[in-house]
């Protein structure tokens, strides 16, 4: 048999938080479940590494939980002003 040295990264949303979606996915070779916090609110972020790790025990399995945070965002309005663009 040979040893993966990679691990395979999922992003889970909405289409992908079921129990059964997530047992799917471990067995398909997932090891960890990456969540966006860009999207959802904490509540379903938690409930979802919660029901990750219950699959992955129930199925005797290690998979890890990865959140992506969302860096700074630059918000910008709309103006007359000429906006100069450098190099």
């Known amino acids: 048999q040979m040893t993966r040295r990679t691990k ?3 992003t889970l949303g909405p289409a992908s938080t079921a129990e059964g979606v997530i047992r ?3 067995e398909a070779g997932m090891d960890v479940a990456r969540l966006n916090t ?4 904490l509540e379903e972020h938690s409930a979802t590494v919660q029901r990750v790790r219950e699959v992955s025990r129930s199925m005797d399995r290690h998979t890890g939980t990865m959140m992506d945070l ?3 965002k630059l918000r910008t309005l709309p103006t007359t002003l000429p906006l100069p663009v450098t190099e």
């Not at 860009?38 to 609110?41: A, P, Q, W």
């Open 38 to 41: 860009s999207h959802g609110t």
């Open 24 to 26: 799917a996915l471990i």
């Open 8 to 10: 395979i990264v999922c």
């Open 70 to 72: 969302s860096g700074p």
